[in-house]
């Protein structure tokens, strides 16, 4: 299974947008990068999958360069409700297992 | 949609005490129920995949006889902590998937808070 790297920490303000950048350079040809958002004493809640080029929902965008070895989520304007841990992960293609890295703690302030 | 339930959310119990806890997809069929655990400040830990209808595939580490999971229908699994102890104290957290492949996201639960005394 492909291992992530995101950074650990950032700080954004509100109505900013934030960009949180995650490596996966072992990803396979069947992997789909997925991002989670969870809040204390929460499970994972979905935000966002890939598997090329740029996906856009109601809540996020999510590029994809060609290479697939990164990708970037990005947060059009946080709130102060954004404050969570953001997981960067790469769903294996046939058994859709996770392995949950240590996650980018965001902080928004006001 | 995709609303996965999980309960208790909370439990404490007494050391030796076995321990169930019951992961529902409310409005969807799981072919595939993932639990976890995860300990403060740490981030989540995969336990077990469960496929309806067959025995549960375990992670390396996590032992099979202590965790008992069983996924009898699409739309329920039960994690079972036997003989618990207070190390076996922590958050789990279930998840479900329609299709049990990447391309469909993994759905999950709020978590049970296990406390062993």
């Known amino acids: 299974l492909a291992k992530t790297t995101q950074p650990i920490s950032m700080d954004s303000y509100e109505g900013q947008e934030v960009n949180i950048t995650c490596s996966h350079n072992?990803?396979?040809?069947?992997?789909?990068i997925t991002w989670y958002q969870q809040f204390p004493s929460q499970g994972p809640r979905f935000i966002i999958q890939?598997?090329?080029t740029k996906v856009t929902n109601e809540v996020a965008s999510l590029f994809i360069p060609a290479d697939r070895k990164s990708s970037t989520l990005s947060l059009p304007r946080v709130s102060l409700s954004d404050t969570a841990v953001y997981y960067c992960?790469?769903?294996?293609?046939?058994?859709?297992?996770?392995?949950f890295g240590q996650g980018t703690t965001l902080q928004v302030k006001p | 949609g995709a609303v996965v339930s999980q309960h208790p959310s909370w439990v404490i119990c007494k050391s030796g005490t076995s321990v169930k806890i019951e992961c529902r997809s409310l409005?969807?069929?799981?072919?595939?129920m993932f639990w976890y655990r995860q300990f403060p400040k740490q981030s989540l830990m995969l336990m077990a995949t469960?496929?309806?209808?067959?025995?549960?595939?375990?992670e390396q580490g996590v032992e099979k006889d202590k965790f008992l999971i069983n996924h009898a229908s699409l739309t329920l699994s039960t994690l079972t902590v036997t003989s618990a102890h207070p190390e076996d104290s922590s958050f789990y957290i279930c998840?479900?998937?329609?299709?049990?492949?990447?391309?469909?996201?993994?759905?999950f639960g709020d978590g049970t808070r296990l406390s062993i005394l």
């Open positions: 998840s479900a998937s329609q299709t049990g492949v990447g391309n469909q996201p993994q759905h």
């Open positions: 072992n990803i396979a040809t069947n992997d789909y």
């Open positions: 890939g598997y090329k």
């Open positions: 992960l790469v769903a294996q293609g046939n058994t859709g297992k996770l392995i």
């Open positions: 409005d969807f069929q799981a072919t595939t």
């Open positions: 469960s496929n309806e209808g067959s025995k549960a595939t375990y």
